[in-house]
């Protein structure tokens, strides 16, 4: 089993978001989810990665051989789950490279793996950064701060390169991206994909969707999944929208 | 009453005359009101506390920058004749469509001020001096006693304030134009007291423009005391213009408590007067507060401009927002002392100050000291303070465009002081202000 | 949900005790019995063997200081001391310490006070080529390596009370001329019964190879450290000199009032770095160091340069405002401080930069970190007075707030007479982030190493303006002070 997600039901502060997600992910597949606001979607991938501010009421998530909601975020981190944020944070005073260093060193040592010295993580790192078209310059800069909305998302794409993970949850990377930061995110992604790596691909839109084209569509709705099908559902939402689902879903 | 076993202070004798004639006169007013008249006590209290405090000296770290000898030398006087002067008063009444409310020499002249009978209803207007001659009356003024006499001129002003206005909006009631109330001196070395109280019941809204000025040989001592009081959901938004002559003296000690979710909204313009000091102490005790605070200072020749904020944030997600701006030409001194708190309640708590000073000569100084104390960590507050001379690459630039220097630098100095007016939300109101403000400092800049 | 994070930080934060400086040195001393008074004046100048000039330093700055009251104006509450409760000197006993002025490098330390540097991990031995070190052991100065290297360039490196004997002249001229004995209470206090301190010299044109350092002791209980550090830069010198200090854990306040005086000629330049970790008392700071510091330095000379660097992680009061007085033309000052308070420390520090010369320059960056119930603030004049044609300012302020019983404050004066300065002031107010602790803790990395990591961040601006071994030092002093913030 890679990840089975059962009957979850999430709240923030009091009011209750998720009121029963199922889903299971194969390894290599690419599952999008999409909604229209408000119907839980950020939620269900803060839920994966373990922010603390939401509280699980019921339901299991299982990803490998753990009962990932036991963990906390950083050994989720370290088994390699990653989330690409819709918002990368900004740290100011630390480098990309510490940071770097300091998270990937963190996942070998969980991995039982010796950690990597100065110079054979910054010989991988700038191998990782040309291949995304990166300033090396970038290394040394503080952590997202004063970069443009497309630099931190490919900062965020070059952080899932270096942390090789299981699991990559896309949580609306798209969001207020131009034409070609989109690019640069779903040709990152596309590169990263491999028979062991599962995606979930958060979005509202369609677009990021042409460039991924995932295995899998579900429509997030009220806290639930009300419909999955393939690549054509989400099309389909391009063309109808969410509204007739939604009725469909209401009605029942 | 209490005992005074500590040792008296030492006052210096100009200090020690001054203090004798304010009492004298305290006592005067006293006398005049009668025994038992409701407000004794209350003014005795006061008088008791500035025989034993006086005034201030350069030692206080608050009056550092502001001597007050030149103040000290004149005895303003507590009687006089004034000359109403219809046409001159109605001249220098801002240009605004609004209630117009005229004091002259500390005085409500109701033969001056407009007709109120076509104010809506929920609002309730009576000058000071109405409200003292009954007990009730009288007792809205004394909410902040405790906060007011922590300053000389608060205590001076529970001392001696003769007259005032008292203005209260019911809930939701919400006046169409603003109140605007004209001070005028009319009289050499006179002293004016005045004490408001402004109060807004849940959910209403009232623009205020105060102004001070003076016409023939009007030139005294504006002493004054606003309160204000906004309940949950009130709006007020005010103005006060101070351009008294440049001998005058300028004291104005503002107490504002804010309610949940109140929104209040000041801008100070100083202009005139040899000594000024505008003082906000605001208090913003329920949540999703938004405050903003401005000023505007040009002081030129010897005059001393000292500007003062306090924001006390004590409740969650309040916002602050402040802007002084001061310009000094000549010997001028200006002072900015600005002090934001948040209480370790006041989580959330978004507080921005910013000071910014032009210096246009070399005898010119500045003093600024913008504070935070910080008790919470959730929160959000920043303060900034620049001073420094015209840029010379904007100057350049203007000439490069056309312009000569002498125009250059009116431009960017007018352009520098405007800044704060941009939050004047009403466009009469700040219209009124762009041309009164050119108009005022224009000849000054060359 | 939120606060307990927090919450959770603190308690591990008050519970950490963990002060490594904290043991005690047992060796023969010989102490002062407690009390202070004239005769108490004159004795420590007769075992220091002074020249008549030095007591009448001292006697004058005594009889001063009665007159004055102790100050409490700082953000930072404190008991009245009671000053005949101290003792005023303690050495320790041994034939050629450096007291009576004969002692060579480190070769006749108390082997048990060599023990406790050794430990401390100051080379008195020399063993360091990158160093000089001056080792002051409660009231004297036990040992100054690297002298005969320093004095083929000129140099002067050694105890103040040596400097009283070898150097009268310049110890004449310079003692008191930058704080003068009447400064203020605590220099007051200082000037009367100055135990020891640093003395350095460096000549004209000389850029001194290696760091200078003096590493303070307080190990007697009940006993002030009152040292005196005097530091001249010669025209076109250079010089880099760092300063440390601890104390054992006592259950009562120990007096640190030290007074530190800095000349810097035309063309020189001296970095002045600190790290502070002196015991800061237990839970509630009781028996901490009260730390009350009268640093100054004057740049006397064109382009002449001072630069104070602090990291400030002890003390149970630390009250301190290293200072620059810009007399000379294009001279430069700067203020580069972390100042982190956890548990109920209190800090009251920052600066005063005075701008007399034209096109004087100076520049704060101040970082204070709160934590615990302590309340750290920012206190500083900027002032420029009105020959300081074309002078600038630029200062920065930011705290960070760990945890909600914590105080940070931020006290700027700015007063300026000149209308051709410049002086801009910035500060902010922030804590860690949830979404910054969340961000890295997705990355992998431990809700601990994250929170150092942010906070090293914060701090990065003045940590980089530390010589190289003592900007890790302060790294590490502050993970030490954050260790374990999770449970």
Redesign the interface.
């Given at each position: 089993m890679f990840l089975n997600i059962e009957n979850l039901h999430a709240q923030v502060e009091d009011k209750t978001i998720l009121k029963g997600i199922n889903l299971r992910v194969n390894p290599g597949e690419v599952h999008a989810i999409m909604g229209p606001n408000g119907s839980g979607k950020s939620t269900l991938s803060s839920v994966l990665?373990?922010?603390?501010?939401y509280?699980v009421n019921a339901g299991e998530i299982r990803f490998l051989d753990h009962d990932l909601l036991e963990m906390?975020?950083?050994e989720?981190?370290?088994q390699g789950v990653?989330?690409a944020?819709q918002y990368?944070?900004?740290?100011?005073?630390?480098s990309n490279k510490?940071?770097?260093h300091?998270?990937?060193n963190?996942?070998r040592a969980?991995e039982g793996l010796p950690a990597l010295d100065m110079f054979d993580f910054e010989q991988l790192a700038l191998e990782k950064m040309k291949r995304l078209e990166m300033s090396p310059i970038m290394l040394e800069r503080?952590v997202n701060v004063g970069f443009s909305g497309g630099e931190k998302k490919r900062n965020d794409i070059f952080?899932m390169a270096m942390?090789e993970p299981k699991l990559c949850i896309m949580d609306e990377t798209d969001s207020g991206l131009d034409i070609d930061a989109l690019r640069i995110v779903a040709n990152g992604v596309n590169a990263l994909r491999s028979n062991e790596r599962s995606f979930i691909v958060v979005t509202h839109y369609q677009r990021l969707l042409d460039h991924i084209k995932p295995d899998f569509v579900h429509v997030l709705y009220d806290g639930k999944i009300i419909k999955s099908g393939g690549f054509e559902l989400a099309q389909e939402l391009e063309e109808r929208g969410y509204d007739h689902l939604i009725q469909a879903y209401e009605k029942v | 009453m209490t005992t005074l076993s500590k040792p008296m202070k030492k006052f210096s004798p100009l200090a020690q005359a001054a203090m004798d004639y304010y009492q004298s006169q305290a006592k005067q007013l006293m006398q005049a009101e009668g025994e038992g008249h409701a407000v004794t006590a209350f003014r005795q209290a006061a008088l008791n506390r500035f025989l034993e405090q006086g005034f201030p000296t350069r030692k206080d770290e608050d009056w550092q920058f502001t001597p007050l000898s030149n103040f000290l030398k004149t005895h303003y006087a507590f009687n006089g004749v004034s000359r109403i002067d219809e046409a001159a008063i109605a001249a220098v009444k801002p240009k605004v469509d609004g209630w117009h409310l005229v004091f002259v020499d500390g005085y409500f002249s109701e033969i001056l001020s407009d007709d109120l009978a076509g104010m809506p209803s929920g609002v309730s207007l009576e000058s000071g001096k109405d409200a003292l001659d009954f007990e009730q009356g009288f007792r809205v003024f004394a909410d902040h006693e405790t906060d007011i006499e922590q300053d000389a001129f608060g205590m001076l002003n529970a001392m001696l304030f003769d007259d005032g206005l008292f203005i209260e909006l019911a809930a939701h009631v919400r006046l169409a134009k603003p109140i605007v109330v004209s001070y005028v001196q009319t009289l050499a070395s006179h002293a004016n007291t005045t004490r408001c109280k402004i109060k807004l019941g849940r959910g209403a809204q009232l623009q205020l423009i105060e102004q001070y000025v003076a016409i023939d040989a009007g030139c005294g001592f504006e002493n004054s005391v606003c309160e204000i009081d906004l309940a949950e959901q009130a709006k007020m938004s005010q103005v006060i213009w101070q351009n008294l002559p440049e001998q005058g003296m300028f004291f104005n000690n503002q107490f504002i408590d804010l309610a949940e979710q109140a929104q209040f909204n000041t801008h100070y313009i100083g202009l005139g007067s040899a000594i000024s000091r505008h003082q906000n102490h605001v208090q913003m005790a329920g949540e999703r507060i938004e405050s903003e605070q401005n000023s505007i200072c040009f002081a030129r020749n010897q005059q001393i401009m000292d500007t003062r904020t306090y924001t006390g944030h004590s409740v969650e997600w309040g916002a602050s927002r402040q802007l002084h701006k001061l310009v000094l030409a000549d010997q001028a001194i200006g002072v900015f002392n600005g002090m934001i708190k948040v209480d370790?309640k006041a989580?959330k708590t978004d507080g921005m100050m910013d000071n910014k000073?032009l210096?246009?000569?070399?005898?010119?100084?500045?003093?600024?000291?913008?504070?935070?104390?910080?008790?919470?960590?959730?929160?959000?507050?920043?303060?900034?303070?620049?001073?420094?001379?015209i840029s010379a690459d904007q100057i350049f630039y203007l000439q490069a465009r056309g312009l000569t220097k002498q125009q250059a630098r009116q431009l960017v100095t007018l352009a520098f002081l405007m800044e704060p007016l941009e939050s004047v939300a009403d466009h009469a109101v700040r219209d009124w202000l762009q041309q009164a403000l050119s108009a005022a400092v224009t000849p000054y800049l060359n | 949900?939120?606060t307990t994070?927090?919450e959770e930080i603190n308690d591990i934060l008050a519970k950490n005790q963990h002060y490594k400086e904290g043991f005690h040195t047992q060796t023969l001393v010989e102490t002062f019995a407690k009390g202070l008074n004239e005769d108490v004046v004159k004795a420590i100048s007769a075992k220091k063997n002074e020249p008549q000039w030095m007591l009448d330093f001292r006697l004058k700055a005594f009889r001063h200081w009665q007159t004055m009251p102790e100050p409490h104006w700082a953000k930072a509450e404190y008991e009245p001391i009671d000053y005949q409760d101290y003792s005023y000197y303690s050495a320790p006993e041994c034939g050629s310490c450096a007291t009576d002025g004969q002692a060579e490098s480190g070769s006749a330390v108390d082997p048990e006070v060599a023990k406790a540097f050794a430990a401390l991990g100051v080379p008195i031995d020399d063993s360091d080529a990158n160093i000089a070190v001056d080792a002051i052991f409660d009231s004297v100065s036990v040992s100054t390596t690297k002298r005969d290297q320093l004095e083929k360039l000129g140099i002067i490196f050694c105890s103040f009370s040596e400097a009283v004997q070898d150097h009268p002249e310049l110890v004449q001229r310079y003692l008191g001329s930058v704080v003068p004995y009447h400064d203020n209470f605590f220099a007051a206090l200082n000037s009367a019964v100055a135990s020891d301190g640093t003395f350095v010299f460096i000549p004209e044109g000389v850029r001194c190879p290696i760091d200078l350092s003096t590493y303070f002791r307080i190990n007697e209980a009940k006993t002030g450290q009152f040292e005196r550090t005097i530091l001249i830069a010669e025209k076109g010198s250079y010089i880099s000199y760092i300063e440390g200090c601890s104390a054992p854990i006592r259950d009562t306040y120990q007096l640190h009032a030290a007074v530190v005086e800095v000349i810097v000629h035309e063309d020189a330049e001296v970095k002045y770095s600190t790290v502070q970790n002196w015991y800061p008392g237990d839970e509630d700071c009781q028996g901490g160091i009260l730390n009350f510091v009268t640093k100054r330095g004057v740049c006397e000379g064109r382009n002449a340069k001072l630069s104070w660097t602090q990291a400030e992680t002890g003390s149970a009061i630390t009250w301190k405002y290293p200072s620059c007085i810009l007399k000379g033309d294009n001279s430069i000052g700067e203020f580069y401080s972390v100042a982190l308070t956890n548990r109920r420390q209190q800090a009251d520090t920052g600066t005063k930069m005075i701008h007399i010369g034209k096109n004087t320059r100076s520049t704060i960056i101040s970082k204070g970190l709160s934590a615990g119930k302590s309340d750290n603030t920012y206190r500083g004049l900027v002032k420029i007075l009105?020959g300081a044609e074309g002078a600038r300012n630029f200062t920065q302020c930011d705290?960070m707030?760990?945890?909600?019983?914590?105080?940070?404050?931020?006290?700027?004066?700015?007063?300026?007479?000149?209308?051709?300065?410049?002086?801009?002031?910035?500060?902010?107010?922030?804590?860690i982030?949830?979404?910054?602790l969340?961000?890295?803790?997705?990355?992998?990395?431990?809700?601990q190493?994250a929170i150092s990591?942010?906070v090293?961040?914060?701090?990065?601006?003045v940590f980089k303006e530390l010589p190289l071994e003592f900007a890790q030092e302060a790294e590490e002093l502050l993970a030490i002070s954050l260790e374990g913030s999770v449970g």
């Open positions: 990665a373990g922010r603390e501010d509280e906390d975020a950083d989720r981190a370290q990653f989330l944020f990368p944070v900004e740290i100011p005073g630390v510490l940071f770097m300091t998270a990937l963190a996942k969980a503080s952080q942390l | 370790q989580q000073n210096l246009l000569s070399n005898k010119a100084q500045m003093n600024a000291k913008p504070q935070l104390e910080i008790y919470a960590d959730d929160v959000k507050c920043s303060h900034g303070s620049a001073s420094g001379q | 949900m939120q994070q927090y009105p705290s707030l760990i945890g909600n019983q914590c105080g940070a404050h931020t006290f700027p004066y700015i007063e300026v007479q000149n209308p051709t300065a410049q002086v801009e002031h910035e500060a902010t107010t922030s804590r982030g949830e979404d910054q969340f961000y890295c803790q997705q990355r992998g990395i431990s809700e190493d990591m942010i090293n961040g914060f701090c990065k601006e």
